[in-house]
């Protein structure tokens, strides 16, 4: 059983507290709104092309992560795959900078590395909760990690609005406001924030040595994939982990779309700009690092179980009715409820998964975790973007996220009922 202590378990969670700019400024309220409103030729065009953008990189992550992580079972490879997927994502958020009006086969190609070498990372980082923690503790482990990334997204947002997005006062750096520099330099804000605050992990958190493998790195991923064959073949053994999965395929999907929408949803329909944007952000950020905290407490003593179906509950209603709200107040209720959900449904995710996890398989099932939150991944954003196109409405997009996070809800109340 892993002993925790102070410094590897914060050195763990610090991890959380670097990636999460990226979801926060990149994914879900600056870049995304940039990329919609002035890269591409329109704004309906642009939902669905980052909508497609997002769904290819989820199919990609989908096909890598479980592969990538039977390989770093093999060899004890986590930190370095860490590492370098860290390096990746640093660099190709920093590359957002670069793309400006039409450049759009740009932006997309730097924004869909990025969000594969960010997910990839998040996959290895993942992992190591089962080295750092007992297993009793998971929960409160795991849901203190996503409050504290909630609080490095909403640290990141106040410096993005102070000093690059307020509409009173001059960008730093002698940044300009034309050709919108002000508005890209945040990419690179995040790309620093990202770089800096993932050094604790790989300096303070060690791993356990894996039994040398002989065989070369092609050798192994090719029995990688015959090992995932075989782990799927005999899932029936895992059966409440295996239709926790099922379940997770569609109601991750539906987070999915809220970080990839959420922010063009408010510009487009609510008239958000790029200042309200950053104090709905901080608003949203401080609720779910609220939620992810309180949950944290609690969820060791009422289940994972309960808590993941809390959660969804509270998604559900809310995102239902943003379809029929028409003013700015109303949104902001419905945005406040589910920002106080989405960590708790996420990290409670991450809990389950990791204490019905064969230790030894730790790295393995973390990738079948990604995979489930990532097979399906591209549904969510693929069919909000092909909607808005068809219809030419945001809202008949917006209807896809509560119907998926039913389906998953359903599932998940059903089959895995004998899980606490």
Not at 97 to 120: H, N, Q, R, S
Not at 201 to 226: C, M, N, Y
Not at 245 to 250: K, N, P, S, Y
Not at 300 to 316: A, E, H, Q
Request: glycine share 8%; aromatic share 14%; charged share 15%.
């Amino acid at each position: 059983m892993p002993e925790s202590s102070s410094k590897r378990v914060w050195s763990w969670a610090c991890f959380d507290f670097a990636n999460s700019a990226f979801g926060t400024l990149v994914l879900t309220f600056v870049f995304n709104t940039y990329f919609t409103t002035v890269i591409a030729p329109d704004q309906n065009t642009g939902t669905t092309l980052w909508g497609n953008t997002v769904a290819i990189a989820s199919l990609t992550i989908a096909l890598l992560s479980p592969m990538l992580g039977a390989a770093a079972d093999a060899f004890g490879w986590k930190k370095r795959f860490l590492a370098a997927t860290t390096l990746l994502a640093c660099l190709a958020i920093g590359a957002l900078y670069f793309p400006m009006k039409g450049d759009v086969k740009m932006a997309l190609w730097f924004f869909g590395i990025a969000l594969v070498a960010t997910e990839l990372s998040i996959v290895f980082n993942n992992a190591f909760l089962t080295e750092i923690a007992p297993k009793e503790k998971h929960g409160k482990v795991s849901g203190q990690a996503f409050a504290l990334g909630y609080a490095g997204g909403l640290i990141c947002l106040f410096i993005a609005l102070a000093g690059f997005l307020s509409d009173n006062s001059d960008p730093w750096f002698g940044l300009s406001k034309e050709g919108q520099q002000h508005v890209r330099a945040t990419n690179v804000l995040v790309a620093v924030w990202f770089a800096v605050f993932s050094i604790p992990i790989l300096l303070w958190v060690k791993e356990k040595k894996a039994t040398q493998h002989p065989d070369g790195f092609l050798r192994v991923a090719r029995q990688s994939f015959r090992r995932l064959g075989e782990t799927f073949r005999h899932i029936r053994e895992y059966r409440q982990l295996f239709w926790m999965l099922v379940a997770r395929l569609f109601y991750n999907d539906g987070l999915v779309a809220i970080f990839s929408f959420g922010g063009i949803y408010a510009t487009i329909v609510f008239g958000f700009t790029f200042q309200d944007l950053m104090i709905f952000g901080i608003a949203l950020n401080v609720c779910s690092g609220v939620g992810s905290l309180v949950f944290s407490f609690m969820e060791d003593k009422i289940g994972s179980r309960i808590t993941i179906v809390i959660s969804l509950i509270g998604l559900v209603l809310p995102t239902t009715a943003a379809l029929f709200i028409t003013t700015k107040a109303a949104f902001w209720v419905c945005a406040v409820v589910i920002g106080i959900f989405l960590g708790p449904n996420q990290s409670a995710s991450r809990a389950f998964l990791s204490r019905l996890t064969p230790e030894d398989k730790a790295n393995e099932f973390f990738g079948f975790f990604a995979f489930s939150g990532k097979a399906t991944a591209f549904l969510g954003p693929l069919l909000y973007g092909q909607l808005v196109g068809i219809f030419d409405s945001q809202r008949a997009g917006m209807a896809v996220i509560p119907v998926l996070m039913i389906v998953g809800m359903v599932i998940f109340l059903v089959k895995t009922r004998d899980v606490a």
